[in-house]
């Protein structure tokens, strides 16, 4: 069975510029996550799918990340503009319920200069 | 916030030995969950304790859960050095609906 998949591994971009990640979760998984890993901190929720509609995006700066998952399935998230302090590792999930294991991608780590 | 804090932050061990962390966390759970992660990876589940349950075993490892002191802890017996990655705990929160918390980590070395 193929894992949570994501792209691109890695990004470097400038400061105020756009940047989108793409994550294919593990077939049949009606939930997806997407979150944050800043250097030396545990990964933090920026927000919870369920199938094609959120379930939570509370911890989500919604003043420049956004992030959908049309058909529920595959889903982006975009950062627009960076800040520096968005420099982190963005790890998307998927679990087959709500209750269930969460496996995660290797995540695409960005750095923003 | 984080919900849960690991301790130590990081510990070295020769291999052979055992390695123990702890984690601490501060409203009531559904269940506890441990992850590892190694440099540059994305995380790996390792086992999952409910609220219910106060020991749980799988293969090297074996973790504990004391819900009256909001804590829990992970014991991996005879590491490896392949054992060497960050080890997370992350709650599940009662009324939060799978959406996990994640504390700081302890960083884990094994020396071969």
């Known amino acids: 069975e193929a894992g949570v998949a994501q792209s691109p591994r890695y990004k470097i971009i400038e400061k105020r510029q756009s940047v989108a990640f793409w994550c294919n979760p593990i077939?049949?998984?009606?939930?997806l996550y997407w979150y944050q890993q800043i250097l030396g901190q545990g990964p933090k929720l920026l927000i919870q799918?369920?199938?094609?509609?959120?379930?939570?995006d509370s911890q989500l700066p919604k003043d420049r990340f956004s992030a959908e998952r049309l058909k529920g399935v595959d889903s982006t998230l975009k950062i627009q503009p960076a800040k520096l302090e968005d420099s982190a590792v963005y790890l998307c999930?998927?679990?087959?319920?709500?209750?269930?294991?969460?496996?995660f991608g290797p995540g695409t780590r960005l750095l923003v200069l | 916030s984080q919900q849960g804090e690991e301790d130590p932050q990081a510990l070295s061990i020769q291999e052979g030995e055992n390695a123990t962390m702890n984690c601490s966390y501060k409203?009531?759970?559904?269940?506890l969950q441990w992850y590892r992660q190694n440099s540059g990876r994305g995380l790996v589940h390792l086992i999952l304790?409910?609220?219910?349950?106060r020991e749980k075993h799988s293969g090297r490892l074996r973790v504990t859960l004391d819900t009256s002191k909001k804590s829990s802890s992970l014991l991996i017996t005879a590491s490896r050095a392949a054992d060497t990655a960050s080890y997370f705990c992350?709650?599940?929160?009662?009324?939060?609906?799978?959406?996990?918390?994640f504390g700081g980590g302890t960083r884990l070395m094994v020396k071969p």
């Open positions: 999930a998927s679990s087959l319920e709500r209750l269930e294991t969460q496996y």
């Open positions: 077939s049949g998984h009606a939930t």
């Open positions: 799918f369920q199938n094609n509609g959120v379930v939570d």
């Open positions: 409203t009531s759970i559904n269940n």
């Open positions: 304790i409910r609220s219910n349950e």
């Open positions: 992350a709650t599940d929160a009662q009324n939060a609906g799978n959406m996990l918390t």
